[in-house]
C-alpha cells in the first residue's frame, strides 16, 4: 500500500470566486486528499472575517466531497511550510491566471522549497474562462452596486450583498442571483 499523496491549497479566499473553485476541483483529481489553507491574512484587510471564509469555501466543496472527493478545509495563520509541514502535505497547489501571476509564484515556489525541499509546488493554469477573475475585482465590483454572478457561486454573491448592505447601512440594489 502506497502513502496518501497529500495536495494544500493555501489562500485568501476573500471570496471564493469560481477560478479557485476549478483549481480546487482539478487538485482534488491529482492529489489523495486535498488541504484547503484558508490563510486568516490580515495584511491583506479581508472584506470577510475568516469564519465567514471558511463557511463561503465549507459550501463551495460540499458538492465535491459528496462525490467522494477528499478535501479539508483549515484555517492558519503561521508560515506556509510550517502549515504544510503540520498538515503532512507533499504538494503546494498553486494556480496561474497570468504571466503576473507566474513572476510572483515562481518567487515563493523557490523560497518555500528553500525553507523545506521535500514538499514541491505545483502550478496548475486556468482555464480560459477563468483566467482574468480575481477575488480583488469581483469586491471592487460588487461593491459597486455590479453583477458579480458571472465570476462567483450564487452563495458568494448573497454574501458580498449583505456585506456590502452592512456596510453602507442601506440595501444595495444588485442582479438577481440566478441558481
Request: charged share 25%.
Amino acid at each position: 500500500m502506497s502513502a496518501l499523496r497529500i495536495g494544500l491549497y493555501p489562500g485568501t479566499f476573500d471570496p471564493i470566486t469560481l477560478g479557485h473553485q476549478e483549481i480546487i476541483a482539478r487538485a482534488a483529481k491529482v492529489v489523495d486528499e486535498l488541504v484547503i489553507g484558508v490563510a486568516k491574512n490580515a495584511g491583506k484587510s479581508p472584506l470577510f472575517d475568516t469564519k465567514t471564509r471558511v463557511r463561503m469555501v465549507e459550501l463551495e466543496v460540499e458538492p465535491l466531497i459528496k462525490k467522494g472527493a477528499k478535501i479539508q478545509i483549515k484555517l492558519f495563520d503561521n508560515l506556509l511550510m510550517d502549515f504544510a509541514t503540520s498538515v503532512k502535505a507533499d504538494v503546494i497547489i498553486r494556480g496561474l491566471r497570468a504571466v503576473s501571476d507566474f513572476e510572483y509564484e515562481f518567487q515563493m515556489a523557490g523560497m518555500n522549497y528553500r525553507m523545506n525541499n521535500a514538499i514541491e509546488t505545483v502550478f496548475l493554469m486556468a482555464s480560459d474562462r477563468h483566467q482574468f477573475i480575481a477575488s480583488r475585482f469581483v469586491k471592487e465590483i460588487a461593491r459597486l452596486g455590479g453583477d458579480v454572478s458571472p465570476f462567483v457561486s450564487a452563495n458568494v454573491v448573497k454574501e458580498l450583498k449583505h456585506r456590502f448592505s452592512q456596510e453602507s447601512g442601506r440595501r444595495l440594489v444588485m442582479p438577481e442571483v440566478r441558481d
